[in-house]
């Protein structure tokens, strides 16, 4: 179970050592001040007691993220800038058994240590991976349509969004290749590496900013996410869609 004592050996996912930590949690930041100190306090009250590790991976913040990350006793490293390769740069300094990536602007809500327990408790999903419920910080309809469509295309094609963490073992992590340093869509280029049916889709909820989509507006925000999904599963290279992503 969760709690359980982690493995001994030498870790294949990170930094060799003899005693390997049983998660590592992953953090890409840049300018992330306003909301990673939440993101870190909520782990740091879920995993009390766990033999846990937290890297925040930073693409050159010019604001605290640094000193909030270390306040947190957080582990904090610097990578080229890009979502994409700083996430591979975390998975490959991550010394647990299993890696929980997880975006800076992200809370995990109640119940996901639990299933995060049980998923990983179960040697069967060894080579699956387990996702949260995507849900958004604003109350508005337009949220809770976007919240619905993200979990049917989760659902059905395999295509969680980044925002809905990544809970994958290490040895799994690694067959896979990582994730790749991509400026964009990183997230579908693994997920469609780790196949729809062996995804796990946790009830808890993974509560993200909807900053981005309250400024741009809902539907521009979504019809440029669905441009750009397409131009990339037609083979256009991710950063050449940078500058339509926005």
């Known amino acids: 179970h969760f709690d359980a004592a982690p493995a001994y050996g030498h870790g294949a996912c990170g930094i060799s050592e003899w005693r390997k930590r049983l998660l590592s949690v992953v953090i890409p930041c840049l300018n992330s001040a306003p ?33 909030i990350a270390e306040a947190k006793g957080s582990r904090f490293m610097s990578a080229a800038c890009g979502r994409g390769a700083q996430l591979a740069a975390g998975g490959r300094a991550a010394g647990g058994d299993w890696l929980l990536f997880l975006h800076a602007d992200t809370v995990l809500g109640e119940g996901w240590r639990s299933e995060a327990s049980v998923f990983m408790a179960d040697s069967e999903n060894a080579r699956r991976a387990g996702v949260f419920r995507l849900s958004f910080d604003d109350g508005a309809p337009a949220a809770r349509r976007l919240e619905a469509m993200a979990s049917w295309r989760a659902r059905i094609f ?27 869509m990183e997230d579908v280029d693994i997920a469609r590496r780790i196949g729809r049916r062996r995804f796990v889709h946790f009830d808890a909820p993974a509560l993200t900013s909807a900053e981005r989509y309250r400024r741009s507006g809902y539907m521009r925000r979504s019809a ?8 990339f599963f037609l083979g256009v290279k991710s950063r050449f869609l940078v500058r339509l992503y926005g």
């Open 158 to 184: 395999g295509l969680p969004y980044g925002d809905q963490g990544l809970l994958i073992g290490c040895g799994f992590y690694e067959s896979l290749g990582g994730f790749r340093p991509l400026p964009l």
């Open 224 to 231: 440029r996410n669905l441009a750009c999904l397409a131009l």
């Open 35 to 67: 909301t990673l100190a939440a993101t870190l306090v909520s782990l740091e009250i879920e995993l009390v007691g766990v033999d846990y590790e937290i890297l925040v991976v930073d693409g050159g913040s010019a604001d605290a993220s640094l000193a």
